[in-house]
């Protein structure tokens, strides 16, 4: 297959690299380290991944604690999604199996009904480095943000069973995917994190809002998708056919050029849905829409973030874009 390029995706959005970048970054390689979630040899490669400056730009008025908290829980996450197929590499039902037990290991971690004694019992470097990590979240967040975002999780790893087993027979739909990929691209716990990363806690009554609901899920939609687009290349190298190209080229019987733009229209559909509502959103009271004015600047930073990250600051995704025609 000839090498795909992508067209440049409307994000008319200013994206904004957190003052703290550069020593999160310098605590954030230590952390990995320290926690042996790297091998000698992978580190050059995590080193180039540069997620702690894909964080920075998610949370960009953080607290260099803060920030810290959420460059190492980021960077865990993507070291697992990295991994986890290397990891599971038996036959199909014993594959399923090892992942169905990382996850149930992986809840009890952060399940606030159980308090680990110690991290003795896991060998593991994940769980471990996921308590330590849980450790200092759970010391900044609310009790009731704590029981919400441990559902998060869930949603993450049921979205990642249901993408395995979608590998062994036909491919969803582009309605399907686009409804579970927020979550397989854990775009929900981006969004999620904002509580108590920005110190930006949006009530439930308002987070609850139909125009807010769907507000932060064409935000999601948006993220996700550039992301399909980015890591194309990436993912027809190993045979991932989980991507939203893929789902559009099976699903509708067109060629991969074809597919792209699709895709690349479904993203900027998503962005101009975003700007429509944030132009109707509700009104409370004047401090829950201050909070909800920065959680909406927030989202556009995200956008804009993600694709400013994707362009220039990590080694993750090769692509190449397209030229435009004058």
Request: one cysteine or more.
């Amino acid at each position: 297959m000839k090498n795909l390029t992508i067209p440049r995706l409307y994000c008319p959005f200013s994206s904004v690299l957190n003052p703290h970048t550069d020593a999160v970054k310098q605590h954030t390689d230590q952390w990995v380290i320290k926690f042996g979630l790297c091998f000698k040899e992978d580190f050059e490669r995590y080193n180039a991944n540069n997620y702690s400056a894909f964080t920075a730009r998610f949370y960009p008025n953080a607290d260099y604690d803060q920030l810290c908290i959420a460059s190492d829980l980021v960077a865990l996450l993507f070291i697992v999604d990295d991994h986890i197929d290397s990891q599971f590499a038996e036959s199909a039902v014993e594959k399923e199996f090892a992942l169905r037990q990382f996850i149930e290991k992986f809840m009890t971690v952060i399940n606030p009904k159980i308090e680990l004694q110690t991290t003795q019992q896991f060998e593991n470097p994940v769980f471990i480095a996921l308590a330590d990590v849980w450790s200092r979240l759970i010391c900044i967040s609310r009790d009731e943000w704590i029981r919400s975002f441990v559902k998060e999780i869930e949603y993450i790893f049921a979205a990642a069973i249901w993408e395995y087993q979608n590998s062994f027979k036909q491919l969803p739909g582009v309605e399907e995917y686009l409804e579970k990929r927020r979550y397989a691209g854990a775009a929900n716990v981006s969004l999620a994190l904002i509580q108590p990363i920005e110190k930006n806690y949006l009530p439930e009554f308002a987070k609850n809002h139909v125009i807010i609901q769907k507000l932060s899920e064409a935000a999601c939609n948006a993220i996700c998708i550039s992301n399909d687009l980015f890591s194309l290349s990436k993912e027809q190298l190993s045979g991932d056919k989980h991507n939203l190209p893929s789902i559009i080229k099976n699903e509708q019987n067109v060629t991969w050029e074809e597919a792209v733009l699709l895709t690349a229209e479904i993203h900027d559909t998503e962005v101009n849905k975003f700007i429509a509502l944030s132009k109707e959103l509700p009104s409370f009271d004047e401090e829950t829409d201050q909070i909800l004015k920065r959680y909406t600047n927030i989202l556009e930073l995200q956008m804009a973030g993600n694709i400013a990250w994707s362009e220039s600051e990590t080694a993750r995704y090769p692509f190449t874009y397209a030229s435009v025609v004058s």
